[in-house]
């Protein structure tokens, strides 16, 4: 889903509204949170987690609001280029993309988050 990106600054100085993409990217991240709820579910059947409506608000709250940070791109971007990777933001070569893989990572950490909340609140 290209489509769920920001405008980089060129496509904005060109006249691309600086808004372009959040109806996709908020349309994918709602899906994606409606299968992991459906999943959270079916899980429940078969293993008794602890879960509250506080931990499961705060959890899913956490994972929602990072996952459209991050796939918005700039935040990924601009993380790299503020902790002294900036080539790896830039990475494109054998089968390897470092905005890719640093999004990745991210989005494994704020859903490790996300669990934690979801089943220690």
Not at 24 to 31: E, I, M, T, Y
Not at 58 to 77: E, M
Request: proline share 4%; hydrophobic share 55%; with cysteine.
């Amino acid at each position: 889903m290209r489509r769920k990106g920001a405008p980089t600054a060129e496509d904005v100085a060109a006249g691309a509204s600086p808004r372009r993409g959040w109806a996709a990217c908020l349309a994918h991240v709602s899906q994606y949170h409606l299968v992991l709820a459906a999943l959270l579910a079916l899980v429940r059947l078969f293993i008794p987690l602890p879960l509250s409506m506080t931990g499961l608000a705060a959890g899913f709250a956490w994972s929602a609001a990072t996952h459209a940070l991050l796939d918005r791109r700039w935040s990924v971007r601009w993380l790299l280029q503020r902790t002294g990777s900036p080539a790896f933001a830039e990475l494109r070569t054998a089968g390897l993309n470092g905005m890719y893989l640093a999004d990745q990572a991210l989005h494994s950490g704020a859903l490790l988050v996300s669990a934690l909340l979801i089943t220690r609140l």
